[in-house]
């Protein structure tokens, strides 16, 4: 088997930096596509493309610059951020938004991939959703966009098992990294993790592992599926 080379959006901070640290813990290439700089690059064999993925022309042209470096047979179509506001503050800027961080940066991804993955006859990918998609009070275009992910996810998968290239989706609870504690106010985020039914928030390393689970060489008979790790919250009561 090669080497895991894997490209993971949004990896400077939170979940992706997570899914990052335990990638290069597990011998992996990783490519970190962010807008942000790391402020420490970690150890291992890291690599760093700055670029904006709202931006079809910026994200194109990372794309293509990391399929020509690098054999890439690991996707994480992580990069993301929850576009707050009511069906009412929904501007046409939000919405872009969403759909172009969200939709748009994972097709431009898997498009310019998917020829190494299929020379490879191997290829993981991880969408990141979010518990949101069962819903969440102001978060029209976030909740709608991710819940689209979870539908490239099956259909990506019926597309290219033959290839074996396996597809699938986590959906995220609380997690308390910095970008959920700035988008939800101190009583919000309280009330968040109260709904987890284990009695605590989560940590980028518990959806890092499940996101390791799925991209292991050795789980081939695993795709199309959507995976919560969200401490239990996904399973009803009080409304977000």
């Not at 992996?28 to 690059?41: F, H, S």
């Not at 969408?127 to 539908?151: C, D, E, P, W």
């Not at 940590?203 to 790790?229: C, E, K, M, W």
Request: hydrophobic letters at 45%; proline letters at 5%; charged letters at 20%.
């Amino acid at each position: 088997m090669a080497k895991l080379i894997a490209v993971v959006t949004g990896a400077t901070a939170g979940i992706g930096e997570g899914i990052a640290r335990h990638l290069l813990q597990a011998g992996a290439t990783v490519v970190n596509v962010d807008i942000a700089k790391p402020g420490v690059l970690p150890k291992g064999d890291y690599h760093f493309v700055q670029a904006d993925l709202t931006d079809a022309k910026a994200t194109r042209e990372a794309a293509a610059g990391i399929a020509k470096r690098f054999k890439v047979n690991v996707l994480v179509n992580n990069a993301g951020f929850p576009t707050p506001g009511t069906l009412e503050q929904v501007t046409d800027e939000a919405f872009d938004y969403g759909v172009n961080l969200h939709l748009r940066a994972a097709v431009i991804f898997m498009q310019a991939f998917l020829p190494s993955m299929k020379e490879q006859r191997f290829g993981r990918v991880v969408n990141m959703s979010s518990r949101s998609i069962h819903g969440k009070k102001a978060r029209t275009v976030y909740s709608g966009t991710k819940a689209a992910l979870v539908a490239f996810t099956r259909s990506w998968a019926l597309e290219f098992g033959e290839f074996g290239i396996t597809v699938n989706a986590i959906s995220p609870g609380p997690i308390l990294t910095e970008l959920f504690k700035k988008n939800n106010p101190p009583e919000v985020a309280q009330k968040l993790v109260s709904l987890c039914v284990v009695g605590r928030g989560g940590t980028p390393d518990d959806v890092a592992r499940a996101a390791l689970f799925f991209i292991s060489p050795d789980n081939s008979y695993v795709t199309g599926q959507l995976l919560h790790v969200c401490g239990g919250s996904s399973l009803g009561g009080a409304p977000w």
